[in-house]
């Protein structure tokens, strides 16, 4: 309320009524506007990270003829390459496939230094091998009798996962039908 001198207070003018910021249906579709860009743009990384990123097709193709190897089992691979396979396992939220091979006979288990026989998993469902091993890293040097040894391959694309069945290449011999658990 105003009061002047001599008169009575009069009413102040009434508060300005707040801008209202469009109708209802030009909210609805600014609303519906910004989903659909949203559904736009992820699909669009979506698709783009499937498309490029997985990498998939350099890494993991068929087997080459000139890497096929003798198949053995398992006992035939001690006998063959001095080593057993203790452990197949698909690590690093499925990009990573750990095999682990303990040696039994130190002087065989050099023939897996050999440049012409590099290590490999091969897929037995789809027939892809996994070669690349993480970083390039891999043992050099004389192996020892009773020490367990690793190899980390890149599993792009996850061809090997969980409850596969694999074929190890260690060596000049190919382990076939080993789970991963």
């Known amino acids: 309320m105003t009061v002047r001198p001599g008169r009575k207070p009069t009413p102040a003018s009434p508060a300005p009524r707040p801008r209202r910021w469009g109708s209802g249906r030009t909210r609805w579709f600014g609303v519906l506007a910004g989903v659909l860009v949203t559904i736009l743009v992820v699909g669009l990384v979506l698709w783009l990270s499937h498309a490029f990123g997985s990498g998939a097709n350099q890494t993991a193709s068929n087997v080459p003829a000139s890497w096929q190897r003798p198949v053995v089992t398992a006992d035939a691979l001690m006998e063959r390459s001095g080593v057993k ?72 694309g996850n061809w090997v996962h969980h409850g596969s069945r694999v074929s190890i290449m260690l060596g000049n011999a190919q382990v076939e039908h080993v789970p991963v658990p």
Do not use: C, W
């Not at 897996?112 to 027939?127: F, I, K, M, R």
């Not at 070669?131 to 009798?145: A, E, F, I, N, V």
């Open 85 to 156: 396979i203790t452990q197949v396992a698909v690590t690093g939220d499925g990009g990573l496939v750990d095999l682990r091979y303990k040696v039994v006979d130190a002087a065989r288990a050099n023939t897996l230094h050999d440049p012409s026989t590099p290590p490999a998993v091969v897929d037995e469902e789809s027939g892809l091998v996994v070669h690349q091993l993480l970083m390039d890293h891999s043992h050099t040097g004389p192996y020892k009798t009773g020490v367990t040894y690793y190899l980390v391959f890149n599993n792009p």
